[in-house]
């Protein structure tokens, strides 16, 4: 069994301050050693659980935050930038996520967005309010791959556990706000991480979630905070003004939603 992995950093365990993600502080630094070992947990658990091979992505920020070195030997970290989604294809049997938070205007999330913190106010697919999850979810979708774990803060689990009946989740923190969280010590986390990984992929295809499906044609609607960043994006063209901070676009495939 194939499958593939995307880390995010603000659900990872011990991550409790947004400091964590500030490149120019020391606390970078121990930020991206507990990404990668959340990381390697999952890796260990698909292991546990059955894989026989296990790609990851980097997709917080630039890409450079899981420490190469400590990664678990076993993993193929995936450096393919030339898609938002990297290598996820058709060829993997699933999909997890590990380190998520909540979409933009999630109460309780910890650092909720989607995408841009700063830019993005709400998104939707065919009406439906969907945030980082659901955008993988919905590619993963589009080559028939299922979302069937994610590790991050509760407010991301209860989100994924809302668009993916039967996922398996791992709540490592609880966001108090948006900008703290209390949670499991990493080392609590780590073996929590492994052992529910391994139950999801250990529950093999037949009994995973299905794929993430929607209507097609899809319209996807995404508001900005500011009038003149919707100007910008207009200026791309493929997008119906909808009012002053929202466009809209219509994807005829699950893999052209609005990014
Ligand atoms: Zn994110």
Redesign the pocket.
């Known amino acids: 069994m194939k499958v593939y992995i995307m880390v995010?950093?603000?659900g990872i365990s011990g991550i409790v301050d947004i400091a964590y993600m500030d490149q120019t502080s020391d606390f970078y630094r121990t930020g991206r050693t507990l990404l990668t070992e959340d990381m390697n947990a999952a890796v260990a658990g698909c292991f546990d659980g059955g894989a026989d091979e296990v790609w990851v992505l980097d997709?917080?920020s630039q890409g450079c935050n899981i420490e190469p070195a400590l990664l678990d030997e076993r993993a193929i970290l995936d450096k393919n930038r030339s898609r938002w989604c990297g290598s996820l294809d058709e060829t993997f049997d699933a999909t997890l996520i590990v380190g998520?938070?909540a979409m933009a205007g999630t109460l309780n999330g910890f650092l909720d967005?989607?995408?841009s913190s700063k830019a993005w106010f709400s998104y939707s697919i065919n009406g439906r309010p969907i945030g980082?999850i659901g955008q993988w979810a919905t590619m993963a979708g589009h080559f028939d791959v299922p979302l069937i774990y994610l590790a991050g803060d509760q407010a991301a689990c209860d989100e994924a556990a809302d668009l993916i009946p039967g996922i398996v989740t791992t709540a490592v923190k609880k966001g108090v706000g948006r900008n703290r969280a209390v949670g499991m010590h990493p080392n609590h986390a780590h073996a929590t991480i492994r052992r529910d990984a391994a139950r999801a992929v250990a529950a093999k295809k037949s009994k995973f979630p299905r794929p993430l499906k929607w209507k097609l044609p899809m319209t996807c609607r995404l508001e900005y905070y500011r009038s003149d960043m919707a100007d910008d994006r207009a200026l791309r063209g493929d997008v119906v003004r909808i009012d002053a901070r929202t466009l809209e676009k219509k994807c005829k495939t699950q893999a052209d939603i609005l990014l």
Do not use: G
């Open positions: 995010d950093m603000e997709a917080h998520q938070h967005h989607t995408q980082e």
